[in-house]
């Protein structure tokens, strides 16, 4: 993981990173390593298109890109089928909370974006076939979250946790 590359260039308006260096660390640091052996660099950038993308891989599926934000946004229209907002600590029909935005976008977006990572065919020449695409990817997101959430980890930031009930109504601030 000290072969790891960071770079956040600024976001434009009012948008705003979510997350940063060290929590991507503290994530790679409970996973293991062959999970996270591609990874080369993680960047913090501003190409969301309008809050429609929240991070993507690029194109030689080295390289994980998460977008920053508006302070304002509906995750709904992200969330898969049978996930909701309580389980990052937000309530349905409200506004997330810092925290819970800050836990989706680590716990479902940045193992999502890692999940397209997997060789799932070596030997096939088609890039599709050779790495997990949605689907694969979002499965994989999910049994991480699982497994790293099914355990508490002490760690002073409850973004590593699975939310309790009392941090739903946290409204903390975002990240600047």
């Not at 999940?115 to 997990?132: I, T």
């Amino acid at each position: 993981m000290a072969r790891l590359h960071f770079s956040t260039s600024p976001p434009r308006c009012d948008r705003r990173h979510w997350l940063t260096e060290d929590d991507i660390r503290v994530v790679l640091s409970r996973l293991p390593s062959d999970t996270h052996e591609r990874l080369r660099s993680v960047h913090f950038n501003d190409r969301s298109r309008g809050a429609r993308c929240l991070g993507y891989v690029t194109r030689g599926r080295r390289e994980v890109a998460i977008c920053a934000l508006p302070p304002r946004i509906s995750f709904a229209r992200f969330l898969e089928s049978g996930q909701s907002p309580t389980e990052f600590g937000a309530q349905r029909g409200a506004q997330w909370p810092a925290l819970a935005i800050r836990r989706y976008m680590l716990y479902d977006v940045f193992l999502h974006e890692l999940g397209h990572l997997q060789l799932v065919n070596a030997n096939s020449h088609d890039e599709r076939r050779r790495f997990a695409m949605e689907r694969l990817a979002e499965e994989f997101a999910d049994r991480w979250r699982r497994t790293l959430w099914a355990e508490h980890f002490e760690h002073p930031d409850p973004v590593h946790n699975r939310p309790v009930r009392d941090q739903q109504a946290d409204r903390l601030e975002p990240i600047v």
